[in-house]
């Protein structure tokens, strides 16, 4: 653990994690889910959001009271199990501004294949939250970096649902200041680069697919 790896250890997350792994769980309950496990860990992750203090006027009296400040955020979500874990933020912060990148796993060299960019302006001014349900090879994740990198972006964070070490070592051996929220950390890779114990493929199970 470095304080650039941030995993949430709360009993619910942990409980709903669980049912993720379960094979049983059905597409409409896995996508609940996963909504649900993003809401619980974005507060971790959206903890540095810069906020200015503001008058308001309660029934009693006048205060002043922090209020979000700067751009609105972005979130950007790596297709398609991104999409997801977008939506429940939005309900967090619903003037965020989304972008979304099209990446798939070539199933022979497991390296990411870009396919769709679409981004907000002003990359070099907001706060970038970066979201895809697992972090594995950390493939994906590097490629988006470069995207969001080469975008203007200034600061990204990542937030996945599940990860393990090798993920998080290549994100931090090209991004070290990177800041990763988990809502679990799992053991390794096997040998066709899906995380252990984990929970198959996010995409497959949210949508139903094969």
Request: proline share 8%.
């Amino acid at each position: 653990m470095t304080r650039k790896l941030n995993v949430v250890d709360h009993p619910l997350v942990a409980h709903k994690i669980t049912m993720l792994r379960d094979e049983s769980t059905e597409p409409s309950s896995f996508r609940s889910l996963c909504g649900e496990v993003t809401l619980l860990t974005a507060y971790e992750a959206l903890r540095h959001l810069p906020t200015r203090p503001v008058e308001v006027r309660t029934p009693i009296t006048t205060t002043r009271s922090p209020m979000l400040d700067g751009p609105a955020p972005a979130i950007v979500g790596i297709l398609r199990a991104g999409l997801v874990m977008v939506e429940a933020i939005l309900t967090l912060i619903p003037h965020g501004r989304v972008g979304h990148l099209g990446l798939y796993r070539d199933p022979e060299t497991h390296l990411p294949v870009e396919y769709y960019k679409k981004l907000p302006d002003r990359l070099d001014e907001r706060e970038v939250l970066l979201v895809d349900p697992m972090l594995a090879t950390g493939g994906s994740a590097v490629h988006a970096l470069d995207i969001l990198n080469t975008a203007g972006a200034s600061r990204v964070d990542l937030l996945s649902i599940i990860g393990c070490p090798e993920g998080v070592a290549a994100v931090h051996d090209r991004y070290p200041d990177t800041v990763i929220t988990l809502a679990a950390l799992d053991d390794r890779l096997n040998e066709h680069a899906y995380i252990v114990p984990g929970l198959g493929d996010a995409g497959d199970r949210i949508y139903g697919t094969k």
